[in-house]
């Protein structure tokens, strides 16, 4: 049985598929408000299995009674999750034989828990991988039976495209561990505790950017927090404060002589100086709208000009 959320463990799900490994059941979040309107809408996990005929179970809670026997009647030997987004509590990791595998996006033990992408990305770091481990009470405590780092530094990517290439890379090695695991040929290695880190979940106020701190900073949490919670800061337009999602940008020097958060041009585009250099801004959205370059964004905005960003 596999227990799985977003794109990643969608990633993860094709693999097996394509495997021959297509779980008995999906377990995934309930419908959650969505859009506009707030309409419920199914996690990607969940419209997935949809389009592959796959059982689909979505309890609100893990510990409730009638989900527990429903799993315990459909007789797992193996639950695999990934990227769920919830703590599997001991009466559910108890049911299956083979114990309960997880497929996590770092190079385990550093960045345990719910936002391993983003912590390595915002620490700087140049490598990370994939680990599969077998799940045990405690977040990410469990023994390794698996680990591959990932063949490109953490530099050249946004969150999207690590994502991406993280849950391949963890697709390819769960389908190899599976079967290894399943006939006892693989001994579980202890984690060193002593080395763990931990990662916070990321929330929305996170994507607000402080032009105090330097461009390099700033850019980085620009590429690993879109598109959630997004980057964000605020302008005035018509004399109200409005919110300006930045999207992509360039790091650049010339600064000296602006303000910190001081919007300014550079070779036609919106820049903003910040600590220790400035961004220049590539793509940006105002709230509620598309996003578009700087160039056309100042055709219709230029009063931002010299204003200081907040």
Known sequence: MFFGTPLFAVIVLEALKNEGLLPIAIITVPDAPAGRGLNPAPSLSKTWA?????PILQPIKLKDESFLSSVKDLRPDLFVVASYGKIVPPQLLAIP???????????????????????AMLA????????????DELMDHGPI???????????????????RLLAELGGKLLVKTIPLWIAGKITPQEQKH???TYTKKILKED???????????LSRKIRTLNPWPGTFTFWFKNKKQARLIIVNVDIVSNSADK?????FLIDGQMAIACGNGALSIKNLRAEGKKTTSSEEFLRGNSSILGQILR
């Not at 949809?50 to 796959?54: K, P, R």
């Not at 034989?97 to 912590?119: A, D, F, Q, W």
């Open 50 to 54: 949809q389009e592959n005929a796959a």
């Open 207 to 217: 994507g607000h950017l402080d032009w105090n701190e330097n461009a390099a900073v």
């Open 145 to 163: 039976l698996a680990q591959e780092e990932l063949n490109a530094p953490l530099s050249d990517l946004d969150f999207a495209q690590a994502e």
């Open 124 to 135: 700087d770091e140049e490598k990370t991988g994939v680990t599969i481990l077998l799940t």
């Open 259 to 263: 303000k910190l958060g001081e919007v």
């Open 194 to 196: 002593a080395d763990a």
């Open 97 to 119: 034989p083979k114990g309960t595998i997880n497929v996590h996006p770092s190079l385990i033990p550093k960045y345990r828990g719910p936002s391993p992408i983003e912590g």
